[in-house]
């Protein structure tokens, strides 16, 4: 009790937390030749007991997941209704393309806004991105042709995919290292709910009794757009990383942020543990060259790079060639009606969700490597056997759908742990940067392939063709398990400057 009493009234002063050391005559922050940052930043945000911080921050990021899978879900519960519109008139063809315009658009606006991320700040990224999202979502609803809808659709995702970057390398350099695995699982795993949202919507939305399909599909895109303006409002609160500000050597800065959540807690009847902190000292830098970047990935952390890619190319191929396709394989195969086909994506939602909930305390218990390369394999074994059931034609939809319910509780930890791993296992000053790129390269060569070879698979009518499709991605969620065996970071329960030490660390 005195121990807690001395670290609640301890003052919280720069000077006893940080050290700058200044060489030559320039000591501004962002210059990385004159300053060098001491501190105990990163051990303070480690320690710190679980508090209304850290729920808003889960809440202000998770609903971004909750917003791209509101996204995805519409555009594939609303398959039906581009090919049956008067306007669009899509085949299974042109569903495919649009979802691969989407998914090309996160590729490129992953990179870009990533790189970004890393040079002007996570918090500012939020808010752009964000705006990219909106508008482009917005405008979908306005489409006039295929080529309009493609275009709008790609804008879209390149906002959703500069979230990506922005908010995962937040997520890691917020959260309390012992809870991390979880939280990170269960944020990422929120995407499921704004995929039941997303297909309530659609079933009242695409629902002819209730309103004109093509007015209908239209307004499921606006949905989106609003969601965007609550989240604004959620995100002006959140701080920038102190990690981020640190390494830029705006350690004073970094040091408020860090002061203002501690006394948060203490407030909050909460006391801090009183054990002495490691500190860590840094070069400052304002950005990290591109060649830098290419050595850490190609060169320093090669092994690490293999299983990312891995990781991210099998979830990327499994989860966007399945489920942009799940309204076709149901209307074509099962002949359920367009308006229903979001009643079906309901339990693969709850699925999805309880997945990462339910594991995720095990990849911070359990370890990383025995539970990532379970949920990989597991997901492909249980995909190939109900492929092959499927292609036996010995499935109702109802069972179909439970099937992938239960694939999907394995897959969608496993696609969650893929985003876990590339964010914690490389260093500070390239992380957004290292998240955009492997989520670039796996969605690039698996995520937009997968709709159009699907929906192109889809369109010969053969149950065997698409099952063929189904065997491609269960070899390959596989054989990233068997990669993960092998090779990843047990990055359990350690703090992130352990796992990957900062480039600008000194001994």
Partial sequence: MVAAECIRHRPLRNELRIRRVSRGMDARPDRSSPTVVEADIPARLDRLPW???????????????????????LAGTVAGALKASPVLHFSNADVGLAASAYLAGAVLGALFFGWLTDRIGRKKLFFITL???????????????????????????????????????????LIPARVRGWTDLVINGSFWIGAALGALGAVVLLDPAVIDPELGWRLAFLIGALLALVILFMRLWLPESPRWLMIHGRAEEAERI????????????APLPSESLPRIRLHGRSHTPLAEVARTLL????????????????????????????????????????DQVGWYILP???????????????????GRRPMIAFTYIMSGVLLAGSGYLFAQGVLTSTQQTLAWMVIFFFASAAASSAYLTVSETFPLEIRALAIAFFYAVGTGVGGVAGPWLFGALI???????????????????????????????????KPLEQVARPLAFID
């Fill in 459 to 493: 369109d010969t009518g053969s149950r065997t063709s698409v099952f063929g499709g189904y065997l491609l991605g269960a070899g390959l969620m596989v054989a990233a398990g068997v990669i993960a065996a092998l090779f990843s970071i047990p990055a359990e329960r």
């Fill in 299 to 338: 060169r320093r952390h090669r092994r690490r790079t293999l299983v990312g890619l891995s990781l991210m190319t099998a979830q990327a191929f499994f989860y966007n060639a399945i489920f942009f396709t799940y309204a076709l394989v149901l209307t074509d195969f099962y002949d359920v009606r367009a």
């Fill in 258 to 269: 860090v002061a203002d959540i501690e006394r948060k807690v203490l407030d909050a009847g």
């Fill in 131 to 173: 705006a990219v999202y909106l508008c482009a979502t917005a405008a979908t609803a306005f489409s006039w042709d295929l080529w309009s809808f493609a275009l709008f659709r790609f804008l879209t995702g390149a906002g959703i995919g500069g979230e990506y970057a922005a908010i995962n390398s937040t997520i890691q350099e």
């Fill in 348 to 366: 693969f939602a709850a699925g999805n969700f309880l997945g990462p909930l339910i594991l995720g305390r095990l990849f911070d218990a359990l």
């Fill in 51 to 73: 508090g209304p911080f850290h729920t808003r921050v889960v809440a202000a990021l998770g609903i971004t997941w909750i917003l791209d899978g509101l996204e995805v879900t």
